[in-house]
């Protein structure tokens, strides 16, 4: 029992991370109060309306890279905390241990709330997508037919911005469900 004692506090002293701490390259799913996720709700029939990617800056402190009005880096927790009720789940691919993501180009692109691959704007997803595809050549998922989901509530949206139904799109709970993926932490999982 000391023994086990003992190697806890060389690993709490030592500051050692567990394989379960996030990290760079980790994305982080959540449900967001904005109203753009009532109709991400109701297109894929998910709480998962918002996600980013876990960067770390020089300071060594975690940030994650989403999109609000713009591309943006959030403090993790700040991130966490700005979710309903907390919720969140990490997941991660296989990239190398010290995997960099080169960031500092999308700080500041647009929201793209017309949908539109290659604009130079993102949505949330599309950020997610664009940056495993490009930088790692890891395809998390297919993009779907904007008419593939459950879009009967949403036609309004999809007409005021001109959105067409054949539009290919990556909504954050096509990402969640990646193979590519392995869950590290899911609090949507945990029992109440």
Do not use: W
């Not at 190697?7 to 050692?16: D, F, I, K, P, R």
């Not at 180009?105 to 704007?121: A, W």
């Not at 509530?153 to 096509?174: G, T």
Request: proline letters at 6%; glycine letters at 4%.
């Amino acid at each position: 029992m000391k023994k086990i004692y003992f190697l806890l506090l060389v690993l709490l002293l030592t500051g050692c991370k567990n394989d379960l701490s996030p990290r760079e390259g980790d994305i982080i799913f959540q449900t967001t109060p904005r109203k753009e996720a009532a109709l991400i709700h109701q297109a894929t029939l998910s709480p998962i309306s918002n996600c980013g990617i876990v960067v770390a800056k020089e300071d060594e402190k975690l940030y994650v890279l989403t999109v609000g009005n713009q591309v943006q880096l959030i403090p993790l927790d700040k991130f966490i905390n700005s979710g309903r009720n907390n919720k969140f789940c990490i997941k991660r691919a296989s990239l190398p241990k010290k995997a960099q993501i080169d960031y500092e180009m999308y700080l500041g692109c647009s929201r793209d709330i017309f949908l539109r691959p290659g604009d130079n704007k993102f949505y949330s997803a599309e950020l997610v997508y664009t940056i495993f595809k490009e930088q790692f050549g890891i395809e998390l998922c297919e993009p779907q037919p904007i008419k593939n989901y459950h879009i009967e509530k949403i036609i309004p949206y999809l007409s005021a911005h001109r959105i067409h139904p054949e539009q290919l799109v990556v909504a954050p709970v096509d990402l969640y469900n990646s193979p590519k993926l392995k869950t590290i932490n899911d609090t949507y999982e945990k029992k109440k």
